[in-house]
Structure formats: structure tokens, C-alpha cells
């Protein structure tokens, strides 16, 4: 990732959500966020094979770091991230084998 004229090298399993900013994507982990000049929708594309799903139109998350939902929000580490309404059956259809044991 290249951010703030820096390269940063980031696992993606490190990564636990990212989030539109006008011009330009948050990303987060554990570690560090990091503000990048791109759109989510291109990350989109990139990380689709990687267990990554979008969940409102500005949030894009790990679906292997979810902890709990709850209503319409899901709850990664300390944020609250919105389940837009356009994108709940998706996520539900996404997440309904991992969490039914």
C-alpha cells in the first residue's frame, strides 16, 4: 500500500475494514490506519477473493473479523460499522456458514 508518499507492506489478514473518504479509502487494522488517494470499489475488486465483503456503500469489511452483529450494524474490534439495507441479504447469505455451527 502506498500512502503518504511511504509503501507500506500490510498482510491482507491484518486488514479489518476499510472505509470510503471522498477522494480517497481508509484503511484499518489493528496496528495502524492508513488514508489512501483510491476508490473503495477498486479495493473492492482486489480483495474479493480474499473473504472481503461491502456492507454500505462506505464500508467495505473482513469477514473473518467480524465479532458479533447486531441489527443492522456489525461490530469489528471497537467500531460500529452500518449494514446498509441494499447490502444485508448479500452479508447474511455471506456469513450464514461461518456463524451457524
Do not use: C
Request: no cysteine.
Amino acid at each position: 500500500m502506498y500512502a503518504d508518499k511511504t509503501i507500506y507492506r500490510t498482510n491482507v489478514n491484518d486488514l479489518l475494514y476499510l472505509k470510503a473518504e471522498v477522494d480517497y479509502v481508509k484503511i484499518v487494522t489493528n496496528e495502524k490506519n492508513l488514508l489512501i488517494l483510491d476508490s473503495l470499489s477498486n479495493w473492492e475488486k482486489q480483495l474479493a477473493t480474499y473473504n472481503f465483503l461491502r456492507v454500505h456503500r462506505s464500508y467495505l469489511i473482513n469477514l473473518q473479523k467480524i465479532e458479533k452483529v447486531i441489527g443492522n450494524e456489525v461490530f469489528i474490534g471497537d467500531a460500529t460499522i452500518p449494514l446498509g439495507k441494499n447490502y444485508k441479504a448479500p452479508f447474511l447469505k455471506a456469513i450464514k456458514g461461518p456463524f451457524i455451527h
